[in-house]
């Protein structure tokens, strides 16, 4: 018998967040530790912000242009280590490069349309929608300075209902 997942509504995801980040220790080990994550501004409307106005065809057929999130950086874990500028500046790339969640901010006008080949079963994820990949799919860019990746619909795993929900 398959197990039903419980629904989280995205009201849970409000406030503070936990995730996981990667320290260096002097000598180079990497330790984990969990950190809170606070918003002071929304992430949505950040991400819309930053990048601006972007031309209607910037991707075409059945392309997706996904801003990538960075989430606001700590300087303190939850355990009280204060973190050094260069521990952030490392966390920033690492999310540059290996980020997995993102915002869709423009489609081309055949994204998740159905034809004799391919269904997709009412999934319609549309622009302004969080969703998570896999970080090496894709092909990595920046548009007005902020860094994106240009998907394709088989290349999204799904939506999530904040960008905090998935590491």
Not at 116 to 127: A, L, P
Request: charged fraction near 25%.
């Amino acid at each position: 018998m398959a197990k039903t997942a419980s629904i989280i509504k995205p009201a849970a995801f409000s406030g503070k967040h936990r995730r996981k980040i990667n320290l260096r220790t002097p000598v180079g080990k990497i330790n984990k530790h969990w950190v809170t994550v606070e918003h002071t501004e929304d992430p949505k409307a950040l991400i819309q912000k930053q990048i601006g106005t972007i031309p209607d065809d910037i991707v075409q057929f059945s392309r997706i242009l996904v801003a990538i999130y960075k989430p606001p950086m700590v300087t303190k874990t939850a355990g009280g280590i204060i973190m050094t500028d260069a521990m952030t500046d490392d966390d920033i790339e690492e999310y540059h490069w290996q980020g997995k969640v993102g915002l869709i901010v423009a489609m081309g006008a055949q994204a998740y349309v159905d034809d004799e080949n391919v269904k997709f079963h009412g999934t319609k994820n549309k622009v302004g929608d969080w969703v998570w990949f896999q970080p090496s799919n894709g092909m990595a860019c920046e548009v007005n300075e902020v860094f994106c990746r240009v998907l394709s619909e088989r290349d999204i795993i799904g939506t999530i209902p904040h960008p905090d929900a998935i590491w």
